[in-house]
């Protein structure tokens, strides 16, 4: 006698939809109903179709990728540190990536990840690796943790409720770099942060706010610029810092793209670096791109991209196996002395 989705349903004492979102892997399905359909679907042999045999075994061969963006250096190493330990430690899985391209609003952007992760969840994927730079809204969090799929996120910030999550501590590499500039007798810092609605970007001008405090310099508010991570907004930023009556003596940017603006203005108004001002950035794009000759040097922190791939991965098939002890990882950064920080004139 052939079995199909209604009797399915009849035997487990769940309704034909429970069974569907349980066989499509979309939808919330409370875990003890999810494994009634299970136990059933095992016991009687029931095969909709052949992918139905990688739902018996709970694989389909494939990890899901969820990028950024395929065309940033910070992104693209993040993605080749994922697909290098894939191969390394999974070589049967197969990377699904999916990019978040060109979105320009942070609520198109939330809307499509959310679109992305349902896609990936529909295909059954083994495992999802999420690295985004916005935070994951509550109803992908729900969503997720709803579907039994193990994930992992990359994000660097410290507030993520991602169980498994890879990132940097962006406040203490910002107090780090900002106190480097101190050392050397700056208290006129002024600084350019990302826009303030992502997390690593809040977190990044509070290490720098926090350096201040701790050697007991006022922050000015006209020292404080927020940019848009555009090499056009470094440009800008330089000039209304310089134009203000008390110009300061350092400038730090948040990401590197600004700071490489900054340095192209400076140039054309003839200002020596780090002479005249001092400069830094974060991100270390330049050295990811293996082409810091062909661009000014710049002081910078160094995201280790790469490794963040391969970290996720591992704590990605450490879930896959079972292993839920491994929770989040800490990678840490490293501090590119290029030369653009120098005791200021005055």
């Not at 990019?99 to 896609?119: D, W």
């Not at 101190?182 to 810092?189: A, N, S, Y």
């Not at 809040?202 to 701790?214: F, M, N, P, T």
Request: glycine fraction near 6%; include cysteine.
């Amino acid at each position: 006698m052939s079995i199909n989705l209604e009797d399915i349903a009849r035997l487990a004492g769940v309704s034909s939809a429970t069974v569907s979102r349980v066989i499509n892997n979309t939808g919330n399905v409370k875990p003890a109903n999810r494994e009634k359909v299970l136990r059933v679907i095992e016991e009687t042999h029931y095969s909709p179709n052949p992918s139905a045999q990688n739902l018996m075994k709970k694989t389909t061969n494939t990890i899901g990728v969820i990028i950024n963006s395929l065309v940033r250096d910070h992104w693209t190493h993040i993605l080749a540190g994922i697909d290098e330990r894939i191969v390394e430690l999974m070589p049967t899985q197969n990377a699904l990536v999916m990019s978040l391209g060109s979105s320009s609003t942070q609520e198109q952007r939330q809307n499509l990840l959310s679109q992305k992760l349902a896609l990936l969840l529909r295909k059954r994927c083994d495992g999802i690796i999420i690295a985004v730079s916005n935070r994951l809204s509550e109803k992908d969090l729900s969503t997720l943790n709803a579907s039994s799929v193990p994930y992992v996120v990359i994000q660097d910030f410290k507030g993520s409720a991602a169980p498994r999550r890879v990132g940097i501590d962006n406040t203490k590499a910002s107090v780090e770099l900002t106190e480097r500039a101190i050392r050397l007798g700056h208290e006129r810092i002024a600084y350019v942060s990302s826009p303030l609605y992502y997390d690593y970007a809040s977190e990044r001008r509070d290490g720098y706010l926090h350096a201040l405090k701790k050697s007991c310099i006022k922050p000015l508010p006209d020292y404080m610029v927020e940019g848009d991570n555009s090499f056009e907004c470094g440009s800008k930023s330089v000039l209304q810092l310089l134009s203000l009556p008390v110009k300061p003596t350092a400038i730090i940017f948040g990401t590197d793209r600004m700071a490489f603006g900054a340095i192209h203005q400076l140039n054309e108004m003839h200002l020596s670096i780090p002479e005249e001002i001092s400069i830094a950035g974060f991100d270390g794009i330049a050295e990811l791109g293996d082409y810091h000759s062909m661009v000014p040097p710049l002081n910078t922190v160094l995201q280790p991209a790469e490794q963040l791939g391969v970290a996720a991965v591992d704590l990605l098939y450490s879930a896959m196996n079972g292993d839920t002890s491994k929770q989040s990882l800490t990678i840490e950064t490293r501090f590119i002395d290029r030369h653009t920080f120098a005791v200021p004139r005055n």
